[in-house]
Structure formats: structure tokens, C-alpha cells
Nanobody
Framework: QVQLVESGGGLVQAGGSLRLSCVVSGRASKDYTMGWFRQAPGKGREFVAVITRSSVTTSYAVSVKGRFTIARDNAKNTVYLQMNSLKPEDTAIYYC??????????????????WGQGTQVTVSS
């Protein structure tokens, strides 16, 4: 069974940075397209970023493009989300997500095969 475990969330002031990590276990991360989603209080889960298994392609939500960077290290079975210039509206629970690579990209919650448990990110103004 594949497990995804996130870490790195916390409280930060607006304009600050955080780096989230997601460790994949049970199977090699190279078998998956990996992504990040987030869910703010009272809102649905939304796409943040995706990276293909060989890091050839990345894609971002418009709201985070230019501020967030997704990366992966398959040797460590780990995916990262570097978040810079954080804003209060980035406050949410951030979830790591995986999809079997052969199925294609990962931009909707319905695309996801596996979810992590989530990590809270809070940005104060």
C-alpha cells in the first residue's frame, strides 16, 4: 500500500517562506505523477502544483505561479513544495497527492489515486 507523509507546515508571516516535503513509501515515487492540493476552511480542495515522474513537466495554479516551486528527488522518494512570498490567502491544509504515471497529469482531486494526511500552513497578515 502506498503511503504519503507530508511535513514542513507551520505558521509564517506574510511575505515569508516555507518548504513542504512529502515522502512516498510502499512503492517508488518514480511510478507516480505527484502533486500538491490545498483546502482552506469552508472551501473545496484545489489544485496547487504538479510534477511528472521525471520532472520534465511542471504546472501551477494561477494563484501560486511565480511564488511556488514543485520539485522531486526520486532517489529519496520525496516531493517538495517551496512556497515563497506567502500571502494570508495561502492559508490552508496542504495535501500531497499521487497518480499512477501512465494515467497522465494530476490537476483535479478526482485524478488522485493516493492522498497524504495533510499539513497545516497558516500565513498571518
Amino acid at each position: 500500500q502506498v503511503q504519503l507523509v507530508e511535513s514542513g507546515g507551520g505558521l509564517v508571516q506574510a511575505g515569508g517562506s516555507l518548504r513542504l516535503s512529502c515522502v512516498v513509501s510502499g512503492r517508488a515515487s518514480k511510478d507516480y505523477t505527484m502533486g500538491w492540493f490545498r483546502q482552506a476552511p469552508g472551501k473545496g480542495r484545489e489544485f496547487v502544483a504538479v510534477i511528472t515522474r521525471s520532472s520534465v513537466t511542471t504546472s501551477y495554479a494561477v494563484s501560486v505561479k511565480g511564488r511556488f516551486t514543485i520539485a522531486r528527488d526520486n532517489a529519496k522518494n520525496t516531493v517538495y513544495l517551496q512556497m515563497n512570498s506567502l500571502k494570508p490567502e495561502d492559508t490552508a491544509i496542504y495535501y500531497c497527492a499521487a497518480r499512477e504515471w501512465i494515467l497522465g497529469l494530476l490537476t483535479s482531486p478526482t485524478d488522485v489515486n493516493y492522498w497524504g494526511q495533510g499539513t497545516q500552513v497558516t500565513v498571518s497578515s
